[in-house]
């Protein structure tokens, strides 16, 4: 059914140049391992992403939280318009097979929640991170490099999907 | 940003044969003119639609009402998992151009009255129809056969995804 | 838990004079009877019974479509802000026991078809009716006057809601 | 229109004694100011805060992720029944004037990060801090007390609430 692994890259629709720079590389390097992008349709890392993905000739999903297709950013393939606000965070979320935090704001802090409480495989880079009684805790792995982020995706998929992918 | 167009075929989960031949023979349509299908998802008329899709080397998206990806259809090519329930059926209507309403029970007829309410150009085929006061009210057309609704879709969109079409 | 009935009544934002009086008329009697009256939370019919409801001393409800509590007209007591547009209208639906529409529009017609879908008791008030095949079918009752659709709504309550209404 | 300010209280389904006596004693002096208590309606915090609410005489909204009006815990007075599941935690967000933390798991923390996004007041009670670059940073302000985190968000409210409020 679904052929290919579809992966999730949330960050902030604003962005510093370093920071949409991880996102273009993060996007390149997952789509040529054929998987497809799935972020949420606008500027920023949003954007940064999808423009990486189409450079390698990847597929790009945008689930936009308006009511106007033309929201979209210029690299989103299929933009899903769910006039639902910041609640189609949640079907980012579902939608993935592992989810990629690359910077971002507090709408990437309530996907970071969402992929926590649904046990989407989860890494950051450059994200938040979480702490209680004033220690920090480390709920999910944090990469340093774009690289080492695709590379903990790979070994999250099911081997179905990703013998299928490393052919690609 | 969208290069092609998205079309909307509703109906039900579950129908009989006659009205999934004429779901399948839709998706075939489409898919020949370079648009991509829409659907919930799930069984029956969209099932049917999306087998048409494919076999016509089409492009399919299901915009699914649970947690699972596991239950699209085989013949979806992008599963987007809403974990909404019915209210995903605005998402679908949203993000279409034009929806195709075949056959249907009550979720169809939600899925009519979004396309109405947010002016989605809508036809039906052997789809509701609606009264008031006893009397039936022509508020939307309905085809006689898939080649009719499709070359009224056609018709429908924008002249610059209408081109693009017509060469595919 | 739920210690009295909430009861739906739909309608279009807009709306003439009678099609209000009929709203304002069955607020009244749901707050006699002791039922909380749900609805979209803004004009036309949905002032209409949250002002009947009010000045019967019963209690309002508003499921707003956007995302501020501002909207509300003024006879809603608790104001739900959706920011969900028109997928609000399913949230409105699973939380009455039963449904009252009164004329309405498209988004009318949404809820309605969510009621059916959903099996929650339902009638009509001047709304719309349903047809196939060029041929009106009666899928769900349509009362003359709001003393009817509220009967018909007491009915379906289960016997320990009604009671506790009845004494009300 | 709203004449008394809606306060939510968020945190998980399942808690340590020490946690519901801190919830109950919030609901307690919550609904003691004339405020009305909404959280997502279940178990653990939320089954806590609203018996502390209703203890004092309070109301208390509880917005279901589920299909289901009978899993609201016993204390809740109007339950708005979503079947959205995890998006339903926006609207929670969205319809509060302030929003206090106590203790929680992930899905509080998505709460947290749509209070943070959308600009409502939150305060917390031994919750989640949040830090970047291994450093924690103080983005909203943590008290120590149920009564801190009541006076806290009192001065928060509009001053037409508050005084409606203090009179009561």
Chains 1, 2, 3, 4 share one sequence.
């Not at 349709?41 to 308006?66: E, S």
């Not at 609640?87 to 979320?93: C, D």
Request: hydrophobic content about 50%; glycine content about 12%.
């Amino acid at each position: 059914m679904i052929s290919q692994a579809v992966i999730a890259v949330i960050g902030a629709g604003d962005c510093d140049p370093a920071t949409a720079a991880l996102a273009e590389d993060l996007g390149g390097q997952l789509a040529r391992y054929g998987m497809t992008v799935i972020c949420g349709g606008l500027g920023g890392v949003m954007a940064a992403v999808c423009r990486g993905a189409k450079a390698a000739g990847g597929q790009t999903i945008g689930i936009l939280p308006g009511t106007e297709a033309a929201a979209a950013n210029s690299w989103v393939d299929i933009a899903i318009v769910t006039g639902m606000g910041e609640a189609r965070n949640t079907i980012l979320v579902r939608t993935a097979q592992a989810v990629i935090a690359v910077g971002g704001e507090y709408g990437t802090l309530s996907e970071i929640a969402f992929a926590l409480k649904l046990r989407v495989p989860l890494i950051g880079l450059q994200t938040w991170e979480l702490a209680r009684h004033n220690q920090i805790i480390k709920v999910f792995p944090q990469a340093q490099t774009p690289v080492e982020a695709v590379q903990w995706v790979l070994k999250q998929l099911p081997s179905h999907q990703l013998s299928s992918k490393t052919d690609a």
